[in-house]
Nanobody
Framework: QVQLVESGGGLVQPGGSLRLSCAASGSIFNVATMGWYRQAPGNQRELVATITGGGGTNVADSMKGRFTISRDNAKNTAYLEMNSLKPEDTAVYYC?????????WGQGTQVTVSS
């Protein structure tokens, strides 16, 4: 069974930065695709970024140049570095592990961008 635990969310001023972490249990982390998604109130959950087991990355167009996804396979942890944050980035951010036909989700971490 895979468990994902996010951390690093919080309140930040516009223009600030945060780094989210997602710690995974289980033995499939190294070969799984990790992803970050977010959901703002009243909106559907949307893709933020993904990273494959081999390190290939994909970042949503609206976040390119500001958000970076990375992983440390030795620590079973994925990261989302967020810079130049805007109020519209406010959302609950969820970690996802995708492997074959299986998807696992973390509980989410709140990110609030406000002055």
């Amino acid at each position: 069974q895979v468990q994902l635990v996010e951390s690093g969310g919080g309140l930040v001023q516009p223009g600030g930065s945060l780094r989210l972490s997602c710690a995974a249990s289980g033995s499939i982390f190294n070969v799984a695709t990790m992803g970050w998604y977010r959901q703002a109130p009243g909106n559907q959950r949307e893709l933020v970024a993904t990273i494959t087991g081999g390190g290939g990355t994909n970042v949503a167009d609206s976040m390119k140049g500001r958000f970076t996804i990375s992983r440390d396979n030795a620590k079973n942890t994925a990261y989302l570095e967020m810079n130049s944050l805007k109020p519209e980035d406010t959302a609950v951010y969820y970690c996802n592990l995708h492997m074959g036909y299986a998807d696992y989700w973390g509980q989410g971490t709140q990110v609030t961008v406000s002055s």
